[in-house]
Every structure is written in structure tokens, then in C-alpha cells.
């Protein structure tokens, strides 16, 4: 587990010593005083340590102003297992591509992507990208909008930036080739979104990840200073200290196509990598999405922030309940959109009580979260795996009418919505937090910029507004442009550091057996249902003092029973294999979760718990994880690779 | 819970505010496809802008039409003006993103 954990200042984990018993109702209003209090300054805190080495210590190697013009090197590798950029993308989703486009003008770009590079939450991300657009929309309502939603947790100057600058990313967007709905007079066609004042949603009719992600990838494979790499799993980054600062230096792969270790040596990285969606039993997120980056980041003693804050969706279909179970396990979930319940759908536990009632005045109209806590709690007291969400005593015809698309789905699994209750269970949609980023992408990690998904960068707060997430990544991956591109520019490679650091070995049949390899396996896929199968139990929407600790203890043991098998089975410190490595970096982001969420004292926005159930105007501060320490990581806490040399990097 | 009434962004006009309409109109509202306009954006950083493969796109708005049910080009939305847009009743009626059942974002 991570050594520190604090909410802001440490003496105010002492400080609430009330507990908060009550059964009032759930809403999310709330009052807030005036006043704002926040102990830590986003942009300050990260951007003071970057200035303070851009005086002396982390020019690497010093260059001369004659050297500093353009010192990109052309991708010349000692071996092929080692290969030198200027610029290092982990993840290939809307934030690295974006990235990745703008600093091709000044150096060479490699894109790291563990499967096809389409494949990640952008792709999913259908709804749309919200920016002021409307001449009368305003910069402030949309901050207002991004505020309230997420429960004056974010931070001012972030939100700020993001709400300002998006127009612009949109109109380079569309620059770009992304082509986005319009009217009829040629203008572009905006939608108005829950908790949104405004119209100010931009998409493309429903898939618009994807055609931003199309438009993208196009641009970056016509790129000839784009190199990508798809099938190369990041591992773990290259780092370095350097007196107190921590330093990377670029990234460990591992080609899964060719069971080989690929060494990215570069002056700068962003790490893009999205969410972790698998550390929950059931996702929209696609297969990518376990969190690789967050864990990186942590074992390179990046801050992590805010990862109580996992985003579910209430009622999505629930494969557990269906008639005819999908003959593989479906790879991200089916949502069931709010339509059907403000159309008049009814929700009952499996015993046909309808709950909802109970948990609020407004039932099934309810808001969201409401509706997702209800459900919970149901789930956990009644130890049910799903609820059910009837809307067949309405209309054939409309039903059919409305929402075919769920009417075909259950029916491909022998379930008629016009007669029978749908089955629905809440699933892990987004991650709020993440590696804690300043205003520029950057983190506490010289050379290390994030964006997107994986970055918690102040503007989500304690929940995100609909649409405001391919927003965040499009800013940031711009921001964090130039910052990256005066750092490469005076920054020298050294060439010879490839071999400062240990190699991971890749894991085969033939280096450990073709039975263990089958049994690690084997063990793992089973590890990782039930590392998911906990945190849904004590980590899921309703949380507690007592769940959490639960989870806390359980999954140190599972940790522990996995890696000690691993290791006595021949598995070493530097071994790595896909779902090892995938293992690891969901266990690791698991902790932090379930860190976090016992690190906050109260509840706000998606972080709900019982023993703190209300919202504490003195805790209206970001939850912050400093690096573990060393002595007490388990094999998902530590990088795998040592600095093999005695000597600096500089 | 107020109307999703759909809003028309004003007629593009010669304000500084509203000059990144142009481009956009100018890109949109043709039949055929031209190359997208460079953007009028003063950012030093902007000196290229990355051209997509026309018949790439060309060909995939063929693709589109041809997936159309009743044939003959894009959909148009009657109340709202949208084109190319989903059919059925509005995504964000009730808040979320939702298309014929699926939502796909909150």
C-alpha cells in the first residue's frame, strides 16, 4: 500500500473525529460557504519543481546554445531492442494522438499502443465533446456546469483553461478532417447534455470517439516523423534520480507480437495510457483498459490524485441475468440509458420489491447517482448480482419504437423487454482521478507529461461532466506541447544510458515450463475475477469505513498468494508476460483506490460513504498519494527494473 | 426538465468572436466534400494543418448513405435542421447520450 496518504493537510485526517450516522436521504445537494479553502495549489505545486530544475539539474548532458536549435535524433538504434525518439506517447487515444501530431513538428514520435491503435476508451466515447460554441453559451456557464458537477472538487484554474481553450481544439479538429454534425445553414449542430446549460455538445451522430480517433490516427500514420508501435506493452518507465527530483528517460515495452522487450530511450514521455476500468467486474471500458499508466506513474513515484472518484453507470445490462448467457464474456458493458426509466421503467430487486421508493421521493426519476446508490445497496444487502428494470407494461410498439437496440440485444439472449424486466447492474465507466498534473501536463517526474484519461488534472473534481472528458484530453495533450518541447530541445541523449538500467526477460514455456507458464496463467486470469469480484464488493458505489478496510486487507493477501506463487514457480523480479504485467498494474491501481477512498472523510460527489455520508466544506480538497517507499513493495509497487550503474545520469 | 430545443448557431459573421463559423460552414455546407479551410487561429504553433485523405472520407460518406434506410443521401432531422444526425427521438432528452436504447455517455 502506498506509505502516505493525505486530503490535503495531514493533521486533517485527525481532525473530523465525528462520525456521521445517518439515514437521511442520498441526494447530492449541498451548501457551501463562501470561502474557498484548498491547501494545495495545482499548477503551483507541480510547476515550482519543474522550474526549479530547468536553473541547473536536468539539462542532461549540457548543451550549448549552439546544439540546442533542433536536437532531434533521427531513430538510430544500437540494437533493435532499443530504439532513441525525442518524444515518447504511451497510448494511442484522442490525448496521445493529439499530442503526438503537434510535437512531430519538432522531433520524432514514437506512439506506444498495447493493441491496434484505434483500440481504447476514446473509440468508445460516443456521445460527444462539449466546448463553448454557441454565441450564447459563455466560457463561465460551462465552468459553472463543470463545477457544480463535480462538487466544487475541481480546481478553478484548471477548469478555467479547459472551458477557454476548448473551442479552439474543436475547430483544429475539424482542421484535421473530424467531420461533426450540422445543420442545414452549414453550422455545427450542438446537443445539450445532462447537468450542461448550455447546447454545447459537438459530436458525430453517436460514434464521435471514433471519428475523432479516425481522424486522428489518419493524420498521425501520414506523419513521417510518427512512428507507431501497436502491440508493445508499456512495462514500466525508465527512471532516474537526480538529487531529489526523480527523472525519466523514456520506457520498457514489450512486444507481445514477438514475445520480445523493446527499449524506448527519449527526452521526453507522455503518458496517455486512459483508465482502469477492469479493476471492476463489469466496464464499458474496453480489454485495454487496466490502468497500465497510473501504475507506471506510481512506481516512478509520480503523485496520484483523486482515485476514489470511479465513475459508474447505474443499469447496465447484466449478463448474469440474462436467459441464454453470451457464449464469451461480453468486453464492455451495455448500457441502458436513463430514456427507459424516464419513459416509466420500474425497478425490483429479485425479490419484486420495487426499492427505489424507499431511497427517494422521486424514484426511478431520481438522478443518476441516487439511482446507482440505490441499486448497491440493494446488491450488497440483499447479495444479489444484478436488479431488474421493467418497462413491459408500457406499449409494444413503443418500446420497440424506442429502444430496438436493447430490445435486440436481450433478445439474441432469449429475453423479451415487452414481457419480461431487463437485468441491469451498475459498471465502472471513468476514472476521475489519476496522475496528478499541472496545468501544463506536467507531473512531479521531470520529462514525464499526461493527458487524458489518465491524468487528473483538477478539472473533473469529484465527478466529471457528460462530455468533458475528450475536452480535458484535447487541451492537455496541447498544453503540454510546449513545456515538452523545450525540454527536448535542452535535452542531449545519452546514447550509451540504454544499458544503465536491468532488462525484463520475457516469460516462455521454455524458460519456465510449459505447465508452470499454463498454471501462472491460469492462476492470474482467476486472480484478476477475483481482485474484480472485491473491489465491486467493498469497494463499489456505496463504500464504509469497515468495507474498505476489508478490501484493503483482502486484496493485500490476494497480492501476496499471487506473487508468491509466481515466485516459486520461477518467476523472477524482472520476468514479464501480458497478463502478469496487466496483473500487477490492476492490483496496483486497485490499492490505490481503495487508499484513496479511505483517505476521505466524507462524501462528495461519486465518493459516497457511510461512516462520512455527508459533504464536509473543510475537506473540499484533492486527495493526494505520495510514492510508496521502497522497503514495503510488493512486486506491483515497484518498478521491475534496477539502475544497474553506480554512477548518475547526468 | 427543460426542452432539448436544438440551437442554431447564428449566420457567420465578420466579428472576431464568431469568425471560427466560417470555416466550418464554408467546410460543411457544400454537397461535396472540399479540403478543410486552414484555420484562422493566431497560435504560433499552427503553421500546418494536416489534410485527411479526401477520397478516404469521400468514400466513407458513400459507405454512410448506402447503411441509410429509404436511400437517397443523409438523413435530415425535420424539427431541428440536423443533418447526418441520429433518427429517433433526441440522444439527450433525459440527460444521458442515448441511441435506441444504448447510451454511451453521461
Given at each position: 500500500?502506498?506509505?502516505?496518504v493525505s486530503?490535503?493537510n495531514i493533521?486533517?485526517?485527525?481532525l473530523?473525529?465525528?462520525?456521521?450516522?445517518?439515514?437521511?436521504?442520498?441526494s447530492?445537494?449541498?451548501?457551501?460557504?463562501?470561502?474557498?479553502?484548498r491547501?494545495?495549489?495545482w499548477?503551483?505545486c507541480?510547476?515550482?519543481?519543474?522550474k526549479?530544475?530547468r536553473?541547473?539539474?536536468?539539462s542532461?548532458?549540457?548543451?550549448?546554445?549552439?546544439?540546442?536549435l533542433?536536437l532531434?535524433?533521427?531513430?538510430a538504434?544500437?540494437s533493435s531492442?532499443?530504439k532513441y525518439?525525442?518524444?515518447?506517447?504511451i497510448?494511442?487515444g484522442?490525448?496521445g494522438l493529439?499530442?503526438?501530431?503537434?510535437?512531430a513538428k519538432?522531433?520524432?514520435?514514437?506512439v506506444?499502443?498495447k493493441?491496434e491503435?484505434?483500440e481504447?476508451?476514446?473509440?468508445y466515447a460516443?456521445g460527444g465533446?462539449?466546448?463553448v460554441?454557441?454565441?450564447?453559451?459563455?466560457?463561465e456557464?460551462?465552468?459553472?456546469?463543470?463545477?457544480?458537477a463535480?462538487?466544487?472538487?475541481?480546481?478553478e484554474d484548471?477548469?478555467?483553461?479547459?472551458c477557454?481553450e476548448?473551442p479552439?481544439?474543436i475547430r483544429?479538429?475539424?482542421?484535421m478532417g473530424a467531420?461533426?454534425d450540422?445543420?442545414?445553414?452549414?453550422?455545427?449542430?450542438?446537443?445539450?447534455e445532462g447537468?450542461?446549460s448550455?447546447?454545447r455538445i459537438?459530436h458525430?451522430?453517436d460514434?464521435?470517439g471514433?471519428?475523432?480517433?479516425?481522424?486522428l490516427?489518419e493524420?498521425v500514420?501520414?506523419d513521417?516523423?510518427?512512428?507507431v508501435f501497436?502491440h508493445h506493452?508499456a512495462i514500466?518507465?525508465?527512471?532516474?534520480?537526480?538529487g531529489?527530483?526523480t527523472?525519466?528517460h523514456?520506457?520498457?515495452t514489450?512486444?507481445?507480437?514477438?514475445?520480445?522487450?523493446?527499449?524506448f530511450?527519449?527526452?521526453?514521455?507522455?503518458?496517455?495510457s486512459?483508465?482502469?476500468g477492469?479493476?471492476?467486474?463489469s466496464t464499458t471500458?474496453?480489454?485495454?483498459a487496466?490502468?497500465?499508466?497510473?501504475?507506471?506513474a506510481?512506481?516512478?513515484q509520480?503523485?496520484?490524485?483523486?482515485?476514489?472518484?470511479?465513475?459508474?453507470?447505474p443499469t447496465?445490462?447484466a449478463?448474469?441475468g440474462?436467459p441464454?448467457r453470451p457464449?464469451?464474456?461480453?468486453?464492455?458493458?451495455f448500457?441502458?440509458t436513463?430514456?427507459?426509466?424516464?419513459?416509466?421503467?420500474?425497478l425490483y430487486?429479485?425479490?419484486?420489491?420495487r426499492?427505489m421508493p424507499?431511497?427517494?421521493?422521486?424514484?426511478e426519476?431520481a438522478?443518476?447517482d441516487?439511482?446507482?446508490?440505490s441499486i448497491?445497496?440493494?446488491?450488497?444487502?440483499?447479495k444479489?448480482?444484478?436488479v431488474?428494470?421493467d418497462?413491459s407494461?408500457?406499449?409494444?410498439e413503443?418500446i420497440l419504437?424506442?429502444?430496438?437496440?436493447i430490445?435486440s440485444e436481450?433478445?439474441?439472449?432469449g429475453?423479451?423487454?415487452?414481457?419480461?424486466a431487463?437485468p441491469v447492474?451498475?459498471?465502472?465507466?471513468y476514472?476521475?482521478?489519476?496522475?496528478?498534473?499541472?496545468l501544463?501536463?506536467?507531473?512531479?517526474?521531470?520529462?514525464?507529461?499526461?493527458a487524458g484519461?489518465v491524468?487528473?488534472t483538477?478539472l473533473?473534481?469529484a465527478?466529471?461532466?457528460?462530455?468533458n472528458?475528450?475536452?480535458e484530453?484535447?487541451v492537455?495533450?496541447r498544453?503540454?506541447?510546449?513545456p515538452?518541447?523545450e525540454?527536448?530541445?535542452?535535452?542531449?541523449?545519452?546514447?550509451?544510458?540504454?544499458?544503465k538500467?536491468?532488462?525484463?526477460?520475457v516469460?516462455?514455456?521454455?524458460?519456465?515450463g510449459?505447465?508452470v507458464m499454463s498454471?501462472?496463467?491460469?492462476?492470474?486470469?482467476?486472480?484478476?475475477?477475483?481482485?474484480?469480484?472485491?473491489m465491486?464488493?467493498?469497494?463499489g458505489i456505496v463504500?464504509?469505513?469497515?468495507?474498505?478496510n476489508?478490501?484493503?486487507r483482502?486484496?493485500?493477501?490476494?497480492e501476496a498468494?499471487w506473487?508468491t506463487?509466481l515466485f516459486?514457480?520461477?518467476w523472477?523480479?524482472?520476468v514479464v508476460?501480458l497478463?502478469a504485467?496487466?496483473m500487477r498494474n490492476l492490483?496496483c491501481?486497485?490499492k490505490?483506490?481503495?487508499?484513496?477512498a479511505?483517505?476521505?472523510?466524507?462524501?462528495?460527489?461519486?465518493?459516497?460513504?457511510?461512516?462520512f455520508p455527508f459533504?464536509?466544506e473543510s475537506?473540499?480538497?484533492p486527495?493526494?498519494i505520495?510514492?510508496?517507499s521502497?522497503?514495503t513493495?510488493s512486486?506491483?509497487?515497484?518498478?521491475?527494473q534496477?539502475i544497474?550503474?553506480?554512477?548518475?545520469?547526468? | 426538465?427543460?426542452?432539448n430545443?436544438?440551437?442554431?448557431?447564428?449566420?457567420?459573421?465578420?466579428?472576431?468572436?464568431?469568425r471560427?463559423?466560417?470555416?466550418?460552414?464554408?467546410?460543411?455546407s457544400?454537397?461535396t466534400l472540399p479540403p478543410p479551410?486552414?484555420?484562422?487561429?493566431?497560435?504560433?504553433?499552427?503553421d500546418?494543418?494536416?489534410k485527411?485523405d479526401?477520397?478516404?472520407?469521400?468514400?466513407r460518406k458513400?459507405e454512410?448513405?448506402?447503411?441509410?434506410?429509404?436511400?437517397?443521401?443523409?438523413f435530415?432531422?425535420?424539427d431541428?435542421g440536423?443533418i447526418?444526425?441520429?433518427?429517433?427521438?433526441?440522444?439527450t432528452?433525459?440527460?444521458?447520450?442515448?441511441?435506441?436504447?444504448?447510451?454511451?455517455?453521461?
Amino acid at each position: 500500500m502506498a506509505t502516505h496518504v493525505s486530503v490535503g493537510n495531514i493533521h486533517d485526517l485527525y481532525l473530523s473525529g465525528q462520525v456521521y450516522r445517518g439515514q437521511d436521504s442520498w441526494s447530492s445537494g449541498f451548501n457551501f460557504r463562501a470561502n474557498s479553502f484548498r491547501d494545495l495549489s495545482w499548477s503551483s505545486c507541480v510547476s515550482k519543481s519543474l522550474k526549479s530544475e530547468r536553473c541547473g539539474c536536468y539539462s542532461r548532458g549540457v548543451s550549448s546554445s549552439n546544439e540546442s536549435l533542433k536536437l532531434s535524433i533521427r531513430a538510430a538504434s544500437s540494437s533493435s531492442t532499443t530504439k532513441y525518439y525525442d518524444f515518447t506517447v504511451i497510448g494511442s487515444g484522442v490525448a496521445g494522438l493529439r499530442y503526438a501530431l503537434e510535437v512531430a513538428k519538432q522531433g520524432n514520435v514514437a506512439v506506444i499502443t498495447k493493441d491496434e491503435p484505434h483500440e481504447s476508451n476514446t473509440n468508445y466515447a460516443q456521445g460527444g465533446v462539449s466546448a463553448v460554441l454557441c454565441p450564447l453559451d459563455s466560457v463561465e456557464s460551462h465552468m459553472q456546469d463543470t463545477m457544480v458537477a463535480g462538487a466544487h472538487l475541481c480546481d478553478e484554474d484548471t477548469v478555467r483553461v479547459v472551458c477557454t481553450e476548448g473551442p479552439e481544439r474543436i475547430r483544429e479538429l475539424i482542421a484535421m478532417g473530424a467531420s461533426f454534425d450540422h445543420g442545414e445553414d452549414g453550422n455545427l449542430h450542438l446537443a445539450r447534455e445532462g447537468g450542461h446549460s448550455h447546447h454545447r455538445i459537438v459530436h458525430a451522430a453517436d460514434m464521435t470517439g471514433r471519428e475523432i480517433e479516425r481522424a486522428l490516427l489518419e493524420a498521425v500514420l501520414n506523419d513521417p516523423n510518427i512512428s507507431v508501435f501497436k502491440h508493445h506493452f508499456a512495462i514500466d518507465l525508465l527512471t532516474s534520480q537526480d538529487g531529489l527530483n526523480t527523472v525519466c528517460h523514456g520506457v520498457d515495452t514489450l512486444n507481445i507480437k514477438t514475445n520480445e522487450v523493446v527499449r524506448f530511450i527519449s527526452k521526453v514521455t507522455l503518458l496517455a495510457s486512459g483508465g482502469a476500468g477492469h479493476i471492476y467486474p463489469s466496464t464499458t471500458n474496453p480489454l485495454v483498459a487496466t490502468g497500465d499508466g497510473m501504475a507506471m506513474a506510481h512506481r516512478a513515484q509520480a503523485v496520484i490524485s483523486n482515485m476514489e472518484f470511479v465513475q459508474f453507470h447505474p443499469t447496465a445490462l447484466a449478463d448474469e441475468g440474462l436467459p441464454i448467457r453470451p457464449q464469451t464474456a461480453r468486453e464492455n458493458a451495455f448500457l441502458i440509458t436513463e430514456a427507459v426509466r424516464g419513459d416509466g421503467g420500474i425497478l425490483y430487486n429479485l425479490a419484486m420489491e420495487r426499492f427505489m421508493p424507499v431511497y427517494d421521493e422521486r424514484a426511478e426519476l431520481a438522478p443518476r447517482d441516487v439511482v446507482a446508490r440505490s441499486i448497491d445497496d440493494q446488491l450488497k444487502k440483499r447479495k444479489e448480482k444484478y436488479v431488474l428494470l421493467d418497462i413491459s407494461h408500457k406499449p409494444r410498439e413503443k418500446i420497440l419504437a424506442h429502444f430496438p437496440n436493447i430490445a435486440s440485444e436481450c433478445l439474441r439472449h432469449g429475453l423479451d423487454i415487452t414481457r419480461q424486466a431487463i437485468p441491469v447492474v451498475p459498471a465502472a465507466h471513468y476514472m476521475c482521478g489519476g496522475v496528478r498534473a499541472g496545468l501544463q501536463g506536467e507531473t512531479n517526474v521531470l520529462g514525464l507529461f499526461v493527458a487524458g484519461e489518465v491524468a487528473c488534472t483538477g478539472l473533473h473534481g469529484a465527478n466529471r461532466l457528460a462530455s468533458n472528458s475528450l475536452l480535458e484530453a484535447l487541451v492537455f495533450a496541447r498544453r503540454a506541447v510546449q513545456p515538452s518541447t523545450e525540454l527536448m530541445k535542452s535535452t542531449r541523449l545519452d546514447l550509451s544510458a540504454s544499458e544503465k538500467w536491468t532488462r525484463p526477460v520475457v516469460a516462455t514455456a521454455r524458460s519456465l515450463g510449459e505447465e508452470v507458464m499454463s498454471k501462472i496463467l491460469a492462476l492470474t486470469r482467476e486472480v484478476r475475477r477475483e481482485l474484480q469480484g472485491v473491489m465491486w464488493k467493498y469497494v463499489g458505489i456505496v463504500r464504509s469505513t469497515t468495507r474498505l478496510n476489508t478490501a484493503e486487507r483482502k486484496i493485500a493477501e490476494l497480492e501476496a498468494k499471487w506473487e508468491t506463487f509466481l515466485f516459486e514457480h520461477g518467476w523472477e523480479q524482472t520476468v514479464v508476460a501480458l497478463e502478469a504485467c496487466e496483473m500487477r498494474n490492476l492490483f496496483c491501481c486497485a490499492k490505490l483506490v481503495v487508499s484513496s477512498a479511505l483517505a476521505r472523510h466524507e462524501s462528495r460527489g461519486l465518493h459516497y460513504t457511510t461512516d462520512f455520508p455527508f459533504v464536509e466544506e473543510s475537506k473540499r480538497i484533492p486527495t493526494i498519494i505520495l510514492p510508496s517507499s521502497p522497503t514495503t513493495a510488493s512486486w506491483s509497487s515497484r518498478q521491475l527494473q534496477n539502475i544497474s550503474s553506480t554512477t548518475s545520469l547526468i | 426538465m427543460a426542452t432539448n430545443k436544438i440551437v442554431r448557431l447564428i449566420a457567420p459573421s465578420r466579428s472576431a468572436s464568431s469568425r471560427f463559423l466560417e470555416p466550418v460552414s464554408r467546410f460543411l455546407s457544400s454537397g461535396t466534400l472540399p479540403p478543410p479551410p486552414q484555420s484562422p487561429s493566431p497560435s504560433p504553433n499552427q503553421d500546418q494543418v494536416v489534410k485527411p485523405d479526401q477520397k478516404l472520407q469521400e468514400k466513407r460518406k458513400e459507405e454512410e448513405e448506402e447503411e441509410e434506410e429509404g436511400g437517397g443521401g443523409e438523413f435530415v432531422n425535420e424539427d431541428t435542421g440536423e443533418i447526418g444526425g441520429p433518427r429517433g427521438p433526441e440522444p439527450t432528452r433525459y440527460g444521458d447520450w442515448e441511441q435506441r436504447g444504448r447510451c454511451s455517455d453521461f
